[in-house]
């Protein structure tokens, strides 16, 4: 299982020495500019295949250059690739990729990368490592099972490594709270997103039928730059689908994630001041503005690593342990009964803690659950099938499985 799966948080021993230590040392639309512009990666081809390796350019977009990086945390890697299948029928997936985030100082001093030394704590994916490749997943990935009801779409992967939930347009300074050190992260996930948009407008035209969908920080990913992705193929039926991102969030988190990520949110969607939008509002506004098409979230009752990251945001790395369990919980489930008030929304809400789904992994050892997950009677696969399909499907949720049990481990 890749690392990044799982929110590795400090044990209470840690987060007791780095407390100490830190006493010690003291704590960027495809419209743009109509010049000829460098083809950003090599074109797809029109035969139905495997996924390949893309590697993009610089281009000019809006006016801007944009040049696709990873976070450039020190010790990583800056290169930023994607991956891309055409595949046999004119239906299209794009998925954003997870692997936690950072929203200040402290946070980003915690990178996930390839030489990350064993039990070290770490809260974001900060460059693209060699298990990012859709080739090694299974779930929607998986082109070989008939019950995959996308297993013969074209599919775009983008991997994540900018801690921005694939939303920023900045490059941050901070410093880091436990070594005293300066450094710079570029939150360029939404730059990088707009360079492959520019490729899947190039290889891909107007497509029978669109999923955006993504994973943990992917989920968020898909829900961001879902307008940018509509209006670049406003033609046929399309569905976003956020797995593991609920939006649950402190207002504090929501002012970090302007400032040090300059989050980009569609002005279209969201109105004049787009960044005053909560994060607990994003997949509504979405709902409110694209009628005709279909909003879902997947999540577990009480899902462990969205807890853990609210608890972090709530109360930082060394806070007050024990609070954030049910009050996610909560959150969680007021927030969809917000967005079911909307006939174009549906949800989807299993037992268990687990965290993730679309790729078939999971952050515990219970199995593929993309094909083995059962909610009320309905598994999701078949979910998954009629949230695609012209007749669409209901909201389903598990009954008595968001209360959480016992002491809160966090």
């Known amino acids: 299982m890749p690392r990044f799966t ?9 987060s007791r020495w780095l407390a100490a230590l830190t006493t010690a040392v003291l704590l960027a639309a495809c419209g743009g500019s109509d010049e000829a512009t460098p083809e950003v990666a090599a074109p797809l081809g029109s035969a139905a295949g495997g996924f390949v390796k893309l590697n993009p350019t610089s281009v000019m977009i809006d006016g801007r250059t944009l040049t696709p990086t990873c976070s450039k945390a020190p010790g990583t890697k800056a290169d930023f690739h994607f991956w891309a299948r055409r595949g046999s029928v004119d239906k299209l997936v794009v998925f954003f990729e997870g692997g936690g985030a950072c929203w200040d100082g402290g946070t980003c001093a915690l990178p996930i990368y390839a030489a990350l030394p064993a039990n070290q704590p770490s809260l974001f994916k900060a460059e693209i490592l060699p298990s990012d490749d859709p080739t090694k997943y299974g779930g929607m990935f998986d082109l ?17 490594c900018t801690g921005d ?32 948009l520019r490729w899947m407008q190039d290889n891909f035209k107007e497509p029978q039928q669109l999923l955006v969908t993504g994973s ?113 919980a909560d959150q969680m489930v007021s927030g969809l009964l917000h967005n079911q008030t909307v006939s174009n929304f549906r949800s989807y809400v299993a037992a268990g803690n687990t965290h993730t789904l679309m790729r078939g992994t999971t952050s515990n050892a219970n199995g593929p659950l993309y094909y083995n997950d059962e909610s009320a009677g309905t598994p999701f696969i078949t979910w998954l099938g009629g949230l695609l399909s012209a007749g ?11 209360t959480w049990q016992g002491a809160c481990p966090l």
């Open 216 to 328: 943990s920080a992917g989920a968020y990913g898909a829900i961001l730059n879902y307008p940018w992705v509509r209006e670049a193929f406003p033609k046929g039926t399309a569905t976003m689908l956020a797995d593991a991102g609920q939006g649950v969030a402190p207002a504090s988190f929501d002012a970090l994630r302007n400032a040090n990520w300059n989050i980009q949110l569609a002005s279209s969607v969201y109105g004049s001041n787009p960044q005053s939008t909560p994060t607990s509002q994003l997949v509504r506004g979405l709902a409110d503005k694209f009628t005709a098409d279909r909003m879902a979230q997947y999540t577990t009752g009480l899902d462990l690593v969205q807890m853990q990251f609210y608890d972090v945001m709530t109360n930082g790395l060394a806070g007050v342990q024990g609070t954030a369990c049910q009050a996610w």
């Open 144 to 160: 070989t099972d008939a019950r995959n009801p996308v297993k013969d779409w074209s599919m775009v992967y983008i991997p994540y």
């Open 165 to 196: 939930i694939h939303g920023g347009s900045n490059t941050k300074a901070y410093t880091n709270p436990f070594t005293g050190q300066a450094y710079n992260i570029e939150h360029r996930g939404h730059d990088n997103f707009r360079v492959v």
């Open 392 to 402: 669409g499907v209901s909201s389903v949720a598990c009954t008595e499985c968001t």
């Open 6 to 14: 799982t929110f590795r948080r400090p044990s209470l021993a840690l």
